[in-house]
């Protein structure tokens, strides 16, 4: 695919800047949470008209102008961070996996089946154009109790964009991710580990906390499976955060590993778990 080639290429001139983003400053960390159990919608019911708060002629003004759907929700607005978290925290031996740049029908049906196989939850972090081409993969993400985040649009290097250009990247993901999973995304990830102030700020204004990774499993880079393997199973420590994608390339190598290392770290004593829900 040239979309995939693109963001090879794109990868490989740029694997510097998905390193920095990992080792940068002190490690932020979050708290473990159970692994949530309950399905979740596949999409959001769409309120009727009376259902819809009356608006006030100044709110209704100030109303967005993009799209149709009914009126979103204000999402909660966070602390802005200056740094990505890395980790996580947690009494025990707490991992967590993540996946990005999907969804890929080639392969992240492959990585579902396997963390189902071993009821395990992880964290995905589409891209909003890959959502558009698959949504059905990403409410199945939702519905097995994975937790899906935002990874922009089109995965563009953030810190060669203006404001108003990160905004429609975001924002545009979070929608599409609320119309197809029923909620709003509550984790970004940039693109390439490189963030910005703006994108700090912007992903705080939307709700979102900013996860980065602990370990770089560099499956991008399709160093054959027995380096990924080894790469999880060296790295494996307490809190730890997991790098590996589902999509962007020729992801074999990672679907064949990740049925290899799951269960010697389940066998190791590890959690494999996700962040808790915010209410
Ligand atoms: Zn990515």
Known sequence: MQKDQFFTRRRMILAGAAALGASAGTAGTI?????EKTPRRAAAPVPGPQARPALKGSAFRLRPLTGDGPPRAAPRRLKVRKEPILQISGRGRHMMLTFDDGPNPDYTPHILDTLAKYDVRAMFFVCGECVADDRDLVARMADEGHV??????T????????????????ARTSDIIEDTCGERPQWF????GAWNRAAFQLGAEMGMEPMAWTVDTTDWMEPGTDTIVDRVERGAAPGVVVLSHDAGGDRSQTVHAIREWLPHLIDSGY???VPRRRV
């Open 31 to 35: 708290l473990a949470g159970g692994a």
């Open 148 to 153: 899906v985040g935002n990874h922009t649009w």
């Open 155 to 170: 995965h563009p290097l953030l810190t060669t964009l203006n404001r108003k250009e990160i905004h429609s990247e975001m």
């Open 189 to 192: 990830r940039a693109p390439y």
């Open 271 to 273: 959690h494999l778990t």
